[in-house]
């Protein structure tokens, strides 16, 4: 008998994934070993139910890979250094957690030695190029399988196959969408297909149950988070403890109207209480502490980040520059910024910084100054203002 071919799927649990297993090793008569790579997402009784699942299913073996302190590392990071929400409101919950993930699977088929590599993605979607690009640029020599989206498969279709094959789970199909992870829950529902209606308050997966106003303090180093509330912690326990103290106030949601990679509209929901006080402080740290050229060149930098890794292009070398470049910029961005936190809103209050710029050393804005003169003003202003004078000037002879 001739040795089974080794295929690696990334594996959630859900109906897709669930569907790939049986098909993969009774039809097409594959090896399969499932991973399921957590990017913050999960309880550990999830993912034992997970794993559980899997090998209920049939397969070979199974793997968790836990990734959120790297996924804090090598990419939320940055997207805390470049302020970076698409479309200046999404911070790119899914976006960076699908493509960080499919990564890690890639890996994980290529350790092991599999012959091709699976996932569950539909046709329909973004998550399908950023699987699919991981995978050819990690293990081009690997055979990528795509059960849904090749035989463009109905859910019901997936259900009745199950069936065939002795799997008498439920499957209720929920009324939305949740995809959870250290960066945000994003929420998708029949809403969100449309362009006019907004999500329902049922929807969100923190319900509303904080009335009372809360005063925060995020501590930032180099521009890394470091403490919360004169605690000192990770930045990825920052996230953590903020999400719970920031979602129950109905903070951080809102629907994205974008560019898929695919070329359609699309719409999706999120729940991102941390991730958006969080930029909004780091932005406000940084209008303290940096120039105004610095400010510039990250805005233009970062978007293309962002953009980047939103299509999928994270392993593409540049990426790797722009961050360097990030990095660099982070070097005065130390420091408290205080928030005020209350229902469906928040807002900064003001930072503490030994690098802000504001120094009354200096002068106070509309008030005093110490560093120039009434006659210092005058004269830039008259240089300043001289070519456009001449513009004027010249026009007005020449009409």
């Not at 250290?182 to 969100?204: C, D, I, M, Q, R």
């Not at 710029?357 to 005058?378: C, H, I, K, P």
Request: proline share 2%; with cysteine.
């Amino acid at each position: 008998m001739s040795e089974k071919k080794k295929v690696v799927l990334a594996f959630s649990g859900g109906l897709d994934t669930s569907f790939c297993v049986k098909y993969l090793s009774e039809d097409k008569g594959y090896e399969v070993h499932s991973v399921l790579v957590d990017t913050g997402g999960f309880s550990d009784e999830e993912l034992k139910a997970i794993e559980a699942r899997a090998y209920s299913l049939g397969v070979k073996s199974h793997a968790t890979i836990s990734k959120t302190a790297a996924y804090y590392d090598e990419c939320i990071k940055y997207l805390i250094f470049g302020n970076i929400l698409k479309n200046n409101t999404y911070p790119l919950s899914v976006s960076a957690e699908r493509i960080f993930q499919a990564i890690a699977a890639a890996e994980f088929a290529k350790e092991i030695g599999a012959a091709a590599i699976a996932h569950g993605s539909t046709g329909a979607g973004n998550d399908q190029v950023r699987f699919d690009m991981a995978f050819r640029i990690i293990m081009p020599e690997a055979e990528i399988i795509t059960p849904i989206r090749d035989m463009r498969l109905s859910r019901e279709a997936e259900i009745e196959y199950l069936k065939s094959k002795g799997v008498d789970q439920e499957w209720h199909k929920a009324a939305y969408s949740i995809n959870k992870g250290l960066w945000g829950t994003s929420v998708g529902g029949k809403e969100t297909l449309t362009s006019n209606n907004y999500l329902p308050e049922s929807a969100f997966p923190t319900q509303v149950s904080k009335t009372e106003a809360e005063r925060v303090t995020l501590g930032f180093e180099k521009g890394e988070l470091c403490s919360l509330n004169g605690e000192a912690m990770s930045a990825v326990e920052v996230i953590q403890k903020l999400t719970e103290i920031a979602a129950p106030f109905g903070i951080g949601r809102d629907i994205h109207v974008g560019d898929t990679i695919i070329g359609i509209k699309g719409r999706v929901g999120f729940e991102a209480a941390a991730p958006l006080v969080i930029i909004k402080a780091h932005h406000t740290l940084e209008k303290h502490v940096l120039s105004e050229q610095q400010l510039y060149w990250k805005e233009q930098l970062a978007n293309w980040y962002g953009s980047l890794l939103h299509k999928g292009q994270f392993m593409e070398p540049v990426m790797r520059n722009i961050e360097t470049f990030l990095a660099d910029t982070q070097a005065h961005v130390s420091g408290l910024v205080h928030i005020h936190l209350a229902p469906y809103r928040f807002h900064v209050e003001g930072i503490e910084s030994t690098y802000d710029l504001m120094s009354s050393v200096f002068g106070s804005y509309g008030e005093m100054n110490n560093a120039w003169t009434g006659d210092d003003v005058r004269g830039f202003a008259k240089v300043a203002s001289n070519q456009v004078m001449i513009y004027q000037k010249i026009s007005e002879l020449n009409q």
